[in-house]
T-cell receptor, first 112, second 116 residues
Framework: KQEVTQIPAALSVPEGENLVLNCSFTDSAIYNLQWFRQDPGKGLTSLLLIQSSQREQTSGRLNASLDKSSGRSTLYIAASQPGDSATYLCAPGSYNTDKLIFGTGTRLQVFP | GAGVSQTPSNKVTEKGKYVELRCDPISGHTALYWYRQSLGQGPEFLIYFQGTGAADDSGLPNDRFFAVRPEGSVSTLKIQRTERGDSAVYLC??????????????FGEGSRLTVL
């Protein structure tokens, strides 16, 4: 059974800092992993999708890495901005189940 | 449509009533998922459709919950005899393909259900 843990649960930083959000998962038989952003009262927005054959994926100031064998993914946010404030969730897609299992997320606040 | 559409955005009902929540996925997406999210938690899986059929309904909490997708597009989540514990945001997502070929997942804005 896939279990997903995200650390830290919450993070508050001044703008301009470079950030690292961590995601770990117990079942390494995955075909991809997605990172999402969720603003308060809103749905989830896909940020990055890493295929299992990839080591990392980049979009703008975001970079996600994947170490499938150790069951870890990291989301790196460069030069954080107040607009980055949101909850960030990861979800690995497992071969052993059709459903995406989510972590509880990292709640990020970037203050001016 | 341009994105996943969910209606209603908010629903307030009384305990014991019947509720239907609708999801209109992105056109051409064969995979459709329902999730439930409580405050401060990540989305909790309910059911996954591949086309018209429910490929995995293992997340439905009990037999008061039922979902259909009769034509492989729009899906309706039905909750009978609602209870206060059913209060949550119900999220729908779609993907071009499902299962091990699942690509990017697109979510709707959710339907917030409050049971008084």
């Amino acid at each position: 059974k896939q279990e997903v843990t995200q650390i830290p649960a919450a993070l508050s930083v001044p703008e301009g800092e470079n950030l690292v959000l961590n995601c770990s998962f117990t079942d390494s038989a995955i075909y991809n992993l997605q990172w999402f952003r969720q603003d308060p009262g809103k749905g989830l927005t896909s940020l990055l999708l890493i295929q299992s054959s990839q080591r990392e994926q980049t979009s703008g100031r975001l970079n996600a890495s994947l170490d499938k064998s150790s069951g870890r993914s990291t989301l790196y946010i460069a030069a954080s901005q107040p607009g980055d404030s949101a909850t960030y969730l990861c979800a690995p897609g497992s071969y052993n189940t059709d459903k995406l299992i989510f972590g509880t997320g990292t709640r990020l606040q970037v203050f001016p | 449509g341009a994105g996943v559409s969910q209606t209603p955005s908010n629903k307030v009902t009384e305990k014991g009533k019947y509720v239907e929540l609708r999801c209109d996925p992105i056109s051409g997406h064969t995979a459709l998922y329902w999730y439930r999210q409580s405050l401060g938690q990540g989305p909790e899986f309910l059911i996954y459709f591949q086309g018209t059929g429910a490929a995995d309904d293992s997340g439905l909490p009990n037999d008061r919950f039922f979902a259909v997708r009769p034509e492989g597009s729009v899906s309706t989540l039905k909750i009978q005899r609602t209870e206060r514990g059913d209060s949550a945001v119900y999220l729908c997502a779609s993907s071009l393909r499902g299962g091990a070929a699942t690509g990017e997942l697109f979510f709707g804005e959710g339907s917030r259900l409050t049971v008084l």
